[in-house]
Protein backbone atom coordinates (compact mmCIF):
# COMPACT_ATOMS: atom_id res chain seq x y z
CA UNK A 1 0.00 0.00 0.00
CA UNK A 2 2.94 2.48 0.73
CA UNK A 3 4.03 2.03 -3.06
CA UNK A 4 1.00 3.04 -4.22
CA UNK A 5 0.77 6.16 -1.81
CA UNK A 6 4.05 7.25 -3.31
CA UNK A 7 2.74 6.44 -7.17
CA UNK A 8 3.22 10.16 -9.26
CA UNK A 9 -0.30 11.17 -10.66
CA UNK A 10 0.35 9.30 -13.95
CA UNK A 11 1.23 6.05 -12.44
CA UNK A 12 -1.64 6.18 -10.25
CA UNK A 13 -4.03 6.59 -12.98
CA UNK A 14 -2.19 4.25 -15.19
CA UNK A 15 -2.87 1.64 -12.27
CA UNK A 16 -6.33 2.64 -11.90
CA UNK A 17 -6.86 1.96 -15.62
CA UNK A 18 -5.36 -1.59 -15.10
CA UNK A 19 -7.98 -1.81 -11.92
CA UNK A 20 -10.85 -0.68 -14.20
CA UNK A 21 -9.80 -3.17 -17.41
CA UNK A 22 -9.08 -6.75 -15.11
CA UNK A 23 -13.20 -6.01 -13.25
CA UNK A 24 -14.57 -5.93 -16.98
CA UNK A 25 -12.82 -8.28 -17.62
CA UNK A 26 -13.47 -10.67 -14.52
CA UNK A 27 -17.36 -9.33 -14.63
CA UNK A 28 -17.37 -10.89 -18.79
CA UNK A 29 -16.75 -14.52 -17.42
CA UNK A 30 -18.81 -14.47 -14.29
CA UNK A 31 -21.95 -13.37 -16.72
CA UNK A 32 -25.15 -15.53 -16.83
CA UNK A 33 -24.68 -15.94 -20.21
CA UNK A 34 -20.88 -16.50 -20.76
CA UNK A 35 -21.31 -19.22 -22.70
CA UNK A 36 -22.35 -16.73 -25.85
CA UNK A 37 -19.45 -14.52 -24.81
CA UNK A 38 -17.35 -14.94 -28.18
CA UNK A 39 -20.46 -15.47 -30.00
CA UNK A 40 -22.24 -12.29 -28.83
CA UNK A 41 -18.41 -9.97 -29.60
CA UNK A 42 -18.90 -10.76 -33.16
CA UNK A 43 -22.67 -9.39 -33.37
CA UNK A 44 -20.88 -6.42 -31.56
CA UNK A 45 -18.39 -5.98 -33.94
CA UNK A 46 -20.50 -6.77 -37.29
CA UNK A 47 -23.48 -5.19 -36.64
CA UNK A 48 -24.28 -1.04 -36.74
CA UNK A 49 -23.76 0.96 -33.87
CA UNK A 50 -25.65 4.30 -34.46
CA UNK A 51 -26.85 6.07 -31.50
CA UNK A 52 -28.43 4.44 -29.21
CA UNK A 53 -27.40 0.94 -29.98
CA UNK A 54 -27.68 -1.41 -27.11
CA UNK A 55 -25.43 -3.93 -26.82
CA UNK A 56 -26.89 -5.68 -23.99
CA UNK A 57 -29.72 -6.58 -26.56
CA UNK A 58 -27.25 -6.72 -29.67
CA UNK A 59 -24.79 -9.06 -28.06
CA UNK A 60 -25.62 -9.69 -24.27
CA UNK A 61 -24.00 -9.18 -20.81
CA UNK A 62 -21.06 -10.91 -21.46
CA UNK A 63 -19.95 -9.58 -24.41
CA UNK A 64 -20.45 -6.17 -23.77
CA UNK A 65 -18.23 -6.29 -20.58
CA UNK A 66 -15.93 -8.40 -22.52
CA UNK A 67 -15.86 -5.86 -25.54
CA UNK A 68 -15.76 -2.91 -22.51
CA UNK A 69 -12.81 -4.73 -21.15
CA UNK A 70 -10.91 -5.86 -24.34
CA UNK A 71 -11.40 -2.01 -25.30
CA UNK A 72 -9.93 -0.80 -22.28
CA UNK A 73 -7.01 -3.20 -22.32
CA UNK A 74 -6.25 -1.85 -25.68
CA UNK A 75 -6.34 1.80 -23.91
CA UNK A 76 -4.17 1.39 -20.96
CA UNK A 77 -1.70 -0.45 -22.82
CA UNK A 78 -0.88 2.55 -24.87
CA UNK A 79 -0.57 5.13 -22.30
CA UNK A 80 2.12 2.21 -20.63
CA UNK A 81 3.36 1.00 -24.55
CA UNK A 82 4.55 4.87 -25.12
CA UNK A 83 4.83 5.87 -21.58
CA UNK A 84 2.42 8.34 -22.05
CA UNK A 85 2.01 10.67 -19.31
CA UNK A 86 -1.52 10.48 -17.58
CA UNK A 87 -3.50 13.70 -16.33
CA UNK A 88 -6.80 14.55 -15.35
CA UNK A 89 -7.70 14.36 -19.31
CA UNK A 90 -6.43 11.15 -19.63
CA UNK A 91 -9.00 9.85 -16.62
CA UNK A 92 -12.12 11.47 -18.49
CA UNK A 93 -10.78 10.30 -21.85
CA UNK A 94 -10.25 6.72 -20.65
CA UNK A 95 -13.70 6.65 -18.84
CA UNK A 96 -15.47 8.30 -21.68
CA UNK A 97 -14.34 5.13 -24.37
CA UNK A 98 -14.63 3.00 -21.60
CA UNK A 99 -18.80 3.95 -21.05
CA UNK A 100 -19.31 4.25 -24.76
CA UNK A 101 -18.28 0.40 -25.40
CA UNK A 102 -21.86 -0.77 -24.30
CA UNK A 103 -23.18 0.92 -26.91
CA UNK A 104 -21.11 2.52 -29.71
CA UNK A 105 -17.50 2.02 -29.38
CA UNK A 106 -15.65 -2.07 -30.04
CA UNK A 107 -12.91 -3.14 -30.66
CA UNK A 108 -12.69 -3.22 -34.64
CA UNK A 109 -13.93 1.03 -34.91
CA UNK A 110 -11.18 2.50 -32.50
CA UNK A 111 -8.73 1.77 -35.52
CA UNK A 112 -8.88 3.87 -38.11
CA UNK A 113 -9.52 7.09 -36.36
CA UNK A 114 -6.53 5.81 -33.88
CA UNK A 115 -4.42 5.65 -37.12
CA UNK A 116 -5.16 9.20 -38.23
CA UNK A 117 -3.75 10.18 -34.95
CA UNK A 118 -0.69 7.79 -35.86
CA UNK A 119 -0.43 9.64 -39.22
CA UNK A 120 -0.46 13.41 -37.53
CA UNK A 121 2.18 12.65 -35.28
CA UNK A 122 4.44 11.09 -38.12
CA UNK A 123 3.77 14.33 -40.61
CA UNK A 124 3.93 17.10 -37.31
CA UNK A 125 7.02 15.07 -36.28
CA UNK A 126 5.34 15.23 -32.75
CA UNK A 127 5.53 12.31 -30.02
CA UNK A 128 2.92 9.77 -29.94
CA UNK A 129 2.85 9.51 -26.65
CA UNK A 130 1.62 12.98 -26.06
CA UNK A 131 -1.63 12.58 -27.87
CA UNK A 132 -2.74 9.23 -26.72
CA UNK A 133 -5.48 11.47 -25.15
CA UNK A 134 -6.55 12.75 -28.75
CA UNK A 135 -6.35 9.02 -29.80
CA UNK A 136 -9.53 8.17 -27.33
CA UNK A 137 -11.19 10.88 -27.79
CA UNK A 138 -10.95 10.15 -31.92
CA UNK A 139 -13.29 7.02 -31.24
CA UNK A 140 -16.89 9.79 -30.56
CA UNK A 141 -17.39 9.24 -34.28
CA UNK A 142 -17.37 5.56 -34.37
CA UNK A 143 -20.42 4.34 -35.22
CA UNK A 144 -19.89 6.25 -38.18
CA UNK A 145 -16.56 3.89 -38.65
CA UNK A 146 -19.22 1.12 -38.09
CA UNK A 147 -21.79 2.30 -40.75
CA UNK A 148 -19.09 3.02 -43.33
CA UNK A 149 -17.80 -0.56 -43.00
CA UNK A 150 -20.53 -2.54 -42.99
CA UNK A 151 -23.81 -0.76 -45.10
CA UNK A 152 -22.75 2.75 -46.81
CA UNK A 153 -24.85 3.08 -48.89
CA UNK A 154 -27.42 1.05 -47.78
CA UNK A 155 -30.09 1.18 -45.24
CA UNK A 156 -29.18 -2.12 -43.93
CA UNK A 157 -26.12 -4.12 -43.14
CA UNK A 158 -24.50 -5.86 -45.97
CA UNK A 159 -21.52 -6.98 -43.75
CA UNK A 160 -18.05 -6.12 -43.80
CA UNK A 161 -16.61 -5.55 -47.85
CA UNK A 162 -12.97 -3.83 -49.10
CA UNK A 163 -14.79 -0.79 -50.81
CA UNK A 164 -16.63 -0.09 -47.34
CA UNK A 165 -13.51 -0.73 -45.16
CA UNK A 166 -11.57 1.38 -47.32
CA UNK A 167 -13.80 4.30 -47.01
CA UNK A 168 -13.85 3.35 -43.73
CA UNK A 169 -9.89 3.82 -43.31
CA UNK A 170 -9.99 7.35 -45.53
CA UNK A 171 -12.33 8.85 -43.37
CA UNK A 172 -10.97 7.65 -39.99
CA UNK A 173 -7.38 8.71 -41.62
CA UNK A 174 -8.62 12.01 -41.83
CA UNK A 175 -10.87 12.59 -38.68
CA UNK A 176 -7.70 11.39 -37.16
CA UNK A 177 -5.49 13.65 -38.77
CA UNK A 178 -7.20 16.88 -37.78
CA UNK A 179 -8.49 16.38 -34.42
CA UNK A 180 -5.29 17.27 -32.29
CA UNK A 181 -5.95 20.67 -34.05
CA UNK A 182 -9.99 21.19 -33.29
CA UNK A 183 -8.85 19.53 -29.68
CA UNK A 184 -6.54 22.80 -29.02
CA UNK A 185 -8.87 25.31 -30.26
CA UNK A 186 -12.29 23.70 -28.45
CA UNK A 187 -11.36 25.28 -25.07
CA UNK A 188 -11.38 28.67 -26.70
CA UNK A 189 -14.87 28.77 -27.96
CA UNK A 190 -16.55 27.48 -24.63
CA UNK A 191 -13.83 29.00 -21.90
CA UNK A 192 -13.60 26.20 -20.54
CA UNK A 193 -16.82 25.58 -19.40
CA UNK A 194 -17.83 22.40 -21.01
CA UNK A 195 -15.89 20.04 -19.40
CA UNK A 196 -16.43 17.48 -22.69
CA UNK A 197 -14.58 19.92 -24.72
CA UNK A 198 -13.53 17.21 -27.18
CA UNK A 199 -17.29 16.90 -28.34
CA UNK A 200 -16.96 20.10 -30.26
CA UNK A 201 -14.50 19.25 -32.67
CA UNK A 202 -15.92 15.77 -32.81
CA UNK A 203 -19.57 16.82 -33.33
CA UNK A 204 -18.85 19.13 -35.70
CA UNK A 205 -17.07 16.89 -38.03
CA UNK A 206 -20.06 14.23 -37.71
CA UNK A 207 -22.36 17.32 -38.59
CA UNK A 208 -19.97 17.65 -42.01
CA UNK A 209 -19.67 13.64 -42.92
CA UNK A 210 -23.29 13.05 -41.85
CA UNK A 211 -23.88 16.09 -44.60
CA UNK A 212 -21.32 15.18 -47.03
CA UNK A 213 -21.84 11.09 -47.39
CA UNK A 214 -25.58 11.39 -46.98
CA UNK A 215 -27.34 14.46 -47.51
CA UNK A 216 -24.95 16.21 -50.09
CA UNK A 217 -24.75 12.34 -51.91
CA UNK A 218 -28.38 11.78 -51.60
CA UNK A 219 -28.22 8.59 -49.88
CA UNK A 220 -31.10 7.89 -47.20
CA UNK A 221 -30.22 7.79 -43.44
CA UNK A 222 -30.03 4.95 -41.89
CA UNK A 223 -32.65 4.79 -39.25
CA UNK A 224 -31.64 4.23 -35.81
CA UNK A 225 -32.06 1.05 -33.60
CA UNK A 226 -35.17 0.05 -32.71
CA UNK A 227 -36.91 1.26 -29.76
CA UNK A 228 -37.72 -2.21 -28.54
CA UNK A 229 -34.10 -3.24 -28.42
CA UNK A 230 -33.38 -0.82 -25.39
CA UNK A 231 -35.77 -2.87 -23.33
CA UNK A 232 -33.24 -5.19 -22.75
CA UNK A 233 -31.76 -4.38 -19.60
CA UNK A 234 -30.40 -5.73 -15.96
CA UNK A 235 -30.64 -3.61 -13.20
CA UNK A 236 -29.29 -6.06 -11.15
CA UNK A 237 -25.83 -6.47 -13.32
CA UNK A 238 -25.63 -2.46 -13.76
CA UNK A 239 -26.42 -1.93 -9.83
CA UNK A 240 -24.20 -4.85 -8.41
CA UNK A 241 -21.45 -4.26 -10.46
CA UNK A 242 -21.19 -0.46 -10.35
CA UNK A 243 -22.28 -0.36 -6.64
CA UNK A 244 -18.94 -2.64 -5.60
CA UNK A 245 -16.85 -0.85 -8.45
CA UNK A 246 -16.97 2.42 -6.65
CA UNK A 247 -17.33 0.98 -3.56
CA UNK A 248 -13.92 -1.09 -2.99
CA UNK A 249 -12.83 2.70 -4.66
CA UNK A 250 -13.97 4.11 -1.76
CA UNK A 251 -12.46 1.87 0.87
CA UNK A 252 -9.03 2.03 -1.50
CA UNK A 253 -9.41 5.77 -0.91
CA UNK A 254 -9.52 5.75 2.66
CA UNK A 255 -6.45 2.86 2.74
CA UNK A 256 -4.37 5.58 0.77
CA UNK A 257 -5.01 7.99 3.70
CA UNK A 258 -7.80 10.44 2.29
CA UNK A 259 -9.77 11.72 5.62
CA UNK A 260 -13.34 12.75 5.31
CA UNK A 261 -12.07 16.68 5.78
CA UNK A 262 -9.50 15.87 2.73
CA UNK A 263 -12.85 15.41 0.55
CA UNK A 264 -14.92 17.91 2.41
CA UNK A 265 -12.05 20.12 0.97
CA UNK A 266 -12.92 19.68 -2.49
CA UNK A 267 -16.30 19.68 -2.08
CA UNK A 268 -16.77 23.29 -0.83
CA UNK A 269 -13.33 24.46 -2.27
CA UNK A 270 -14.59 28.37 -3.84
CA UNK A 271 -12.06 27.84 -6.28
CA UNK A 272 -12.91 26.35 -9.65
CA UNK A 273 -10.13 23.61 -9.98
CA UNK A 274 -10.55 21.32 -13.10
CA UNK A 275 -7.29 18.69 -11.86
CA UNK A 276 -8.75 17.01 -8.39
CA UNK A 277 -5.81 14.54 -8.56
CA UNK A 278 -3.18 16.27 -8.79
CA UNK A 279 -4.41 19.38 -6.63
CA UNK A 280 -6.17 17.12 -3.75
CA UNK A 281 -3.66 13.94 -4.17
CA UNK A 282 -4.61 10.61 -5.78
CA UNK A 283 -6.49 9.27 -2.41
CA UNK A 284 -8.99 12.38 -2.25
CA UNK A 285 -9.45 11.78 -6.09
CA UNK A 286 -10.50 8.35 -5.68
CA UNK A 287 -13.11 9.25 -3.31
CA UNK A 288 -14.47 11.17 -5.53
CA UNK A 289 -14.72 8.88 -8.35
CA UNK A 290 -16.30 6.66 -5.42
CA UNK A 291 -18.32 9.22 -4.17
CA UNK A 292 -19.21 10.58 -7.50
CA UNK A 293 -20.17 7.12 -8.69
CA UNK A 294 -22.81 6.15 -6.35
CA UNK A 295 -24.28 9.63 -6.32
CA UNK A 296 -25.13 9.31 -10.41
CA UNK A 297 -25.52 5.38 -10.28
CA UNK A 298 -28.04 6.89 -7.16
CA UNK A 299 -29.91 9.52 -9.15
CA UNK A 300 -30.53 7.24 -11.96
CA UNK A 301 -32.45 4.55 -9.52
CA UNK A 302 -34.31 7.26 -8.41
CA UNK A 303 -36.07 8.19 -11.25
CA UNK A 304 -36.38 4.68 -12.70
CA UNK A 305 -34.06 4.52 -15.65
CA UNK A 306 -33.90 1.60 -17.59
CA UNK A 307 -30.34 -0.28 -16.99
CA UNK A 308 -29.76 -0.88 -20.50
CA UNK A 309 -26.51 -1.25 -21.79
CA UNK A 310 -26.73 2.48 -23.11
CA UNK A 311 -27.52 3.66 -19.20
CA UNK A 312 -25.01 1.21 -17.93
CA UNK A 313 -22.35 2.87 -20.26
CA UNK A 314 -23.68 6.88 -19.72
CA UNK A 315 -22.93 6.13 -15.84
CA UNK A 316 -19.39 5.69 -16.49
CA UNK A 317 -19.12 8.70 -19.49
CA UNK A 318 -20.80 10.87 -16.39
CA UNK A 319 -18.10 9.58 -14.01
CA UNK A 320 -15.51 10.62 -16.53
CA UNK A 321 -15.62 14.04 -15.10
CA UNK A 322 -14.19 12.63 -11.52
CA UNK A 323 -11.39 14.22 -12.08
CA UNK A 324 -11.45 17.29 -14.40
CA UNK A 325 -14.18 19.43 -12.04
CA UNK A 326 -17.10 17.12 -11.57
CA UNK A 327 -18.75 16.48 -7.98
CA UNK A 328 -21.73 15.94 -6.28
CA UNK A 329 -21.76 19.56 -4.92
CA UNK A 330 -21.74 20.80 -8.13
CA UNK A 331 -24.00 18.70 -10.35
CA UNK A 332 -27.01 18.17 -7.96
CA UNK A 333 -28.03 21.67 -9.56
CA UNK A 334 -27.62 20.46 -12.79
CA UNK A 335 -29.55 17.06 -12.06
CA UNK A 336 -32.37 19.46 -10.49
CA UNK A 337 -32.74 21.12 -13.58
CA UNK A 338 -33.43 18.51 -15.64
CA UNK A 339 -36.09 17.42 -13.13
CA UNK A 340 -38.01 20.41 -13.06
CA UNK A 341 -37.68 21.13 -17.14
CA UNK A 342 -39.02 17.59 -17.24
CA UNK A 343 -41.99 18.11 -14.89
CA UNK A 344 -42.47 21.88 -16.51
CA UNK A 345 -42.67 20.94 -19.60
CA UNK A 346 -44.47 17.76 -19.35
CA UNK A 347 -47.43 19.72 -17.82
CA UNK A 348 -46.93 22.66 -21.02
CA UNK A 349 -47.04 19.79 -23.15
CA UNK A 350 -50.47 18.59 -21.76
CA UNK A 351 -51.48 21.86 -22.03
CA UNK A 352 -51.25 22.09 -25.37
CA UNK A 353 -52.26 18.82 -26.72
CA UNK A 354 -48.63 17.75 -27.22
CA UNK A 355 -46.73 13.98 -27.30
CA UNK A 356 -44.34 14.73 -24.55
CA UNK A 357 -41.21 12.34 -24.60
CA UNK A 358 -39.23 14.04 -22.43
CA UNK A 359 -39.77 12.46 -19.09
CA UNK A 360 -37.08 12.49 -16.90
CA UNK A 361 -36.74 9.00 -16.39
CA UNK A 362 -36.80 8.67 -21.17
CA UNK A 363 -34.12 6.94 -22.70
CA UNK A 364 -32.86 10.21 -24.51
CA UNK A 365 -32.96 12.10 -21.34
CA UNK A 366 -31.29 9.92 -18.70
CA UNK A 367 -28.59 10.35 -21.69
CA UNK A 368 -28.73 13.95 -22.17
CA UNK A 369 -28.44 14.75 -17.97
CA UNK A 370 -24.82 12.60 -18.36
CA UNK A 371 -23.17 14.99 -20.63
CA UNK A 372 -24.99 18.39 -18.89
CA UNK A 373 -22.85 17.35 -15.95
CA UNK A 374 -20.32 19.02 -18.00
CA UNK A 375 -21.47 22.43 -17.94
CA UNK A 376 -20.69 22.10 -13.75
CA UNK A 377 -17.54 24.86 -13.96
CA UNK A 378 -20.65 26.89 -14.28
CA UNK A 379 -22.47 25.90 -11.06
CA UNK A 380 -18.85 26.02 -9.50
CA UNK A 381 -18.04 29.57 -10.93
CA UNK A 382 -21.24 31.66 -10.87
CA UNK A 383 -23.35 29.47 -8.35
CA UNK A 384 -25.98 26.93 -8.30
CA UNK A 385 -28.93 28.78 -9.95
CA UNK A 386 -27.08 29.17 -12.56
CA UNK A 387 -25.86 25.67 -13.01
CA UNK A 388 -29.93 25.11 -12.81
CA UNK A 389 -30.67 27.21 -15.88
CA UNK A 390 -27.85 25.76 -18.30
CA UNK A 391 -29.03 22.15 -16.86
CA UNK A 392 -32.77 23.64 -18.34
CA UNK A 393 -31.25 24.95 -21.78
CA UNK A 394 -29.26 21.42 -22.32
CA UNK A 395 -32.64 19.87 -21.82
CA UNK A 396 -34.22 21.24 -24.05
CA UNK A 397 -32.01 21.14 -26.86
CA UNK A 398 -30.03 18.00 -26.36
CA UNK A 399 -32.45 15.39 -27.84
CA UNK A 400 -32.67 18.11 -31.18
CA UNK A 401 -28.90 18.06 -31.76
CA UNK A 402 -28.78 14.49 -33.34
CA UNK A 403 -30.53 15.40 -36.55
CA UNK A 404 -27.60 17.75 -36.98
CA UNK A 405 -24.81 14.77 -36.78
CA UNK A 406 -27.07 11.87 -37.74
CA UNK A 407 -26.83 9.82 -34.84
CA UNK A 408 -22.88 9.41 -35.51
CA UNK A 409 -21.42 11.70 -32.72
CA UNK A 410 -21.59 9.93 -29.49
CA UNK A 411 -20.77 13.06 -27.88
CA UNK A 412 -23.56 14.38 -28.56
CA UNK A 413 -24.64 15.72 -25.00
CA UNK A 414 -21.15 17.34 -24.89
CA UNK A 415 -21.30 18.98 -28.22
CA UNK A 416 -25.22 19.93 -26.98
CA UNK A 417 -23.40 21.60 -23.72
CA UNK A 418 -20.63 23.55 -25.83
CA UNK A 419 -23.93 25.50 -27.42
CA UNK A 420 -25.05 25.76 -24.33
CA UNK A 421 -21.64 27.59 -23.40
CA UNK A 422 -21.55 29.52 -26.69
CA UNK A 423 -25.06 30.97 -25.80
CA UNK A 424 -25.04 31.45 -21.99
CA UNK A 425 -21.21 31.95 -21.36
CA UNK A 426 -21.16 35.60 -22.84
CA UNK A 427 -24.37 36.60 -21.28
CA UNK A 428 -22.89 35.54 -17.70
CA UNK A 429 -20.05 37.95 -18.50
CA UNK A 430 -21.87 40.64 -19.03
CA UNK A 431 -24.50 40.75 -16.96
CA UNK A 432 -23.86 38.12 -14.20
CA UNK A 433 -21.18 38.15 -10.81
CA UNK A 434 -19.28 35.27 -10.22
CA UNK A 435 -19.50 34.01 -6.48
CA UNK A 436 -16.18 35.62 -5.88
CA UNK A 437 -17.37 38.92 -6.69
CA UNK A 438 -20.77 38.61 -4.86
CA UNK A 439 -18.29 37.06 -1.79
CA UNK A 440 -16.04 40.60 -2.31
CA UNK A 441 -19.56 42.92 -2.82
CA UNK A 442 -20.79 41.66 0.67
CA UNK A 443 -17.38 41.90 2.24
CA UNK A 444 -17.28 45.09 1.21
CA UNK A 445 -21.07 45.88 2.08
CA UNK A 446 -20.21 44.70 6.00
CA UNK A 447 -17.37 47.08 6.46
Not at 247 to 276: H, M, Q, S
Not at 321 to 340: D, Q, R, T
Request: aromatic share 14%; proline share 4%; glycine share 10%.
Amino acid sequence: MNRIKNLSESNFLKLLFAFFTVCFLIAAVCMPDRAQMFSGLWNIISQPSKVSTNYFAVGGYAATFLNMGLVALICTALFVALKATATNVSTLAFLLTLGFCSWGINIVNVWPTFLGVALYALVKKEKLSGLVNAMLFSTGIAPLITDLMLRYPYAEAVGFHWIGIGLAMVVGLAIGFFLPAGLAFSPKVHKGFDLYSAALPIGMTAFFLQAVLYKTMGVALPAAPAADTLKVASPLIVNVFCGALFAVCIVFAFLLGCKPKDYWRLLKDPELVTNFSSTYGNATFLMNLGMYGLFILGYYNLVGATFNGVTFGVILCMLACCNSGSHPGNVWPIMLGYVAASAVFGWLSDLAGGSFAGAVNAQAIVVGLCYANGLSPIADKYGWRYGFVAAVMHYLLVTSVPSLHGGYCLYNGGFTAALICIIMVPTLERFAKTKDERKAARLEKAK
